[in-house]
C-alpha cells in the first residue's frame, strides 16, 4: 500500500514539473514577439503659396566709422586734447606725441635743402655731374616724405566728425602699441544683418529697411542696404548685408540691440499649422516631423514670417522640406525620429 502512494505521488510531481516547464517556455515566446505599437497621427500634404514677404532680422548697432588713435611712432604721449564723450570735428587735433624725431628730421631736412640749393647751381653752370645732383634730390625728397610722416603721427588729427569713445592713456605715458583713443562717428551707423540664402536673388543694394529698437516703441528708423556681400556662409546658408543707418537725432547709438524689417516681396513659401513645430527643450532649436511611408523623419527648421495661427517655415538645410512632403499635424508631440506611424484621417 505504502509503495503505490509514493508511486503515485512521483507521477503526480512528474506531471508538474512538465506543465510548468511547458508554460515558462510560452510565456518566453510570447514575450519576444511582442511589438511596439505604431504611434496614431494625422498629416497635412505640403503646398507652397504666395505670400507677402517681409523679414525680421536683429543686428547690433556699430558706428559707421570707428577710428583707433594710434600713431605709428613711438615715445612719449606730450598731450591728449580730449576726454571720453569729447565731441570732435574732422581735423581737430586729438594727440601730441613726443617731437624729438620730428625735430630732428627738419633739421636735417633744413640742411639737405641747402646742400640741393647749391647743387642745383652747379649742375646749372655745368661743374657737377648728373649723377651727384640725382643723389642729392633724392635724399631730399625722401626728407620731406619723412617729415610729413612723422608730423602726421606726431600731431594726430580727427579723420571724421565723431565722439571719444575710449581713452586708454593720460599726458606724459609711454605709448606701447595699445590705441590711445577710440573716435566713434554717431552721427550715422551701420549695421549687419545675416538673411537666409533663400533670399538672395531679392535682396538688392538701395533696398529700404525699417529699424526699430524696444528702447523706442512704435519708433521706426530708415535704413538703407548698402552692401550685398557676395559670398554665402556654408554652415548657416546665410548671406551678410550693410545696413546704412541715418541718426542725426542721435536717439540710438552703437552697441544697442534692433530689429531690422525688410520687405522682398512676394514669394513663394511653406506655412504651416504653428502648433506642428515644436521646440527643442534647453534651447530655440525647432523642428517638424515629416512622414516618410510610415515613419516619422525629424527635421529641423527655422521659422519664418507668422500668419495668425500658421507660420512660414524654412529647413536648415535646404531640400529637406518640399511640396508634397506629409508633415504630421496630430500626435507630433509622442514622436521620434525612426517612429512608426499609423495614419488617420
Known amino acids: 500500500m505504502n509503495r503505490t502512494i509514493k508511486t503515485i505521488v512521483a507521477m503526480v510531481a512528474v506531471i508538474s514539473l512538465a506543465a510548468c516547464g511547458g ?24 503646398e507652397s503659396e504666395r505670400i507677402a514677404k517681409t523679414l525680421e532680422l536683429s543686428a547690433t548697432l556699430e558706428g559707421y566709422e570707428t577710428m583707433n588713435v594710434s600713431p605709428s611712432i613711438t615715445g612719449h604721449i606730450e598731450h591728449i586734447y580730449v576726454e571720453v564723450g569729447s565731441r570732435v570735428q574732422k581735423g581737430a587735433m586729438l594727440v601730441r606725441m613726443d617731437q624729438t624725431q620730428l625735430n630732428t628730421t627738419r633739421i636735417n631736412l633744413a640742411s639737405t635743402k641747402t646742400e640741393l640749393d647749391r647743387v642745383t647751381a652747379l649742375k646749372t653752370s655745368g661743374n657737377i655731374s648728373e649723377q651727384v645732383y640725382d643723389q642729392t634730390k633724392a635724399g631730399y625728397d625722401q626728407l620731406v616724405e619723412t617729415e610729413r610722416f612723422q608730423e602726421e603721427n606726431t600731431f594726430v588729427k580727427a579723420q571724421f566728425s565723431g ?23 554717431i552721427s550715422r551707423l551701420k549695421a549687419i544683418i545675416n538673411i537666409p540664402e533663400t533670399y538672395y536673388p531679392l535682396v538688392k543694394q538701395g533696398m529700404k529697411v525699417e529699424v526699430y529698437s524696444d528702447i523706442y516703441p512704435g519708433q521706426m528708423f530708415p535704413a538703407t542696404i548698402e552692401i550685398v556681400y557676395p559670398t554665402i556662409d556654408a554652415s548657416s546658408h546665410t548671406f551678410q548685408a550693410k545696413l546704412n543707418i541715418p541718426n542725426g537725432g542721435e536717439k540710438i547709438r552703437p552697441g544697442m540691440y534692433v530689429r531690422a524689417r525688410l520687405g522682398v516681396g512676394e514669394v513663394d513659401a511653406i506655412v504651416v499649422p504653428y502648433q506642428s513645430v515644436l521646440k527643442l527643450t534647453g534651447s530655440n532649436d525647432r523642428y517638424v516631423f515629416i512622414a516618410d511611408g510610415n515613419t516619422a523623419h525629424r527635421v529641423a527648421v527655422t521659422l519664418g514670417q ?40
Open 23 to 46: 508554460n515558462g517556455n510560452e510565456g518566453s515566446k510570447g514575450a519576444t514577439t511582442t511589438k511596439k505599437e505604431a504611434e496614431k497621427v494625422r498629416v497635412q500634404t505640403l
Open 163 to 185: 565722439v571719444i569713445s575710449a581713452k586708454n592713456y593720460e599726458d606724459g605715458e609711454m605709448y606701447t602699441g595699445a590705441p590711445i583713443l577710440t573716435l566713434t562717428q
Open 306 to 345: 507668422r500668419f495668425d495661427d500658421r507660420i512660414e517655415i524654412i529647413p536648415t538645410t535646404p531640400g529637406d522640406i518640399k511640396e508634397g512632403d506629409r508633415l504630421v499635424v496630430t500626435g507630433q508631440a509622442r514622436l521620434v525620429d525612426g517612429a512608426t506611424l499609423e495614419i488617420v484621417d
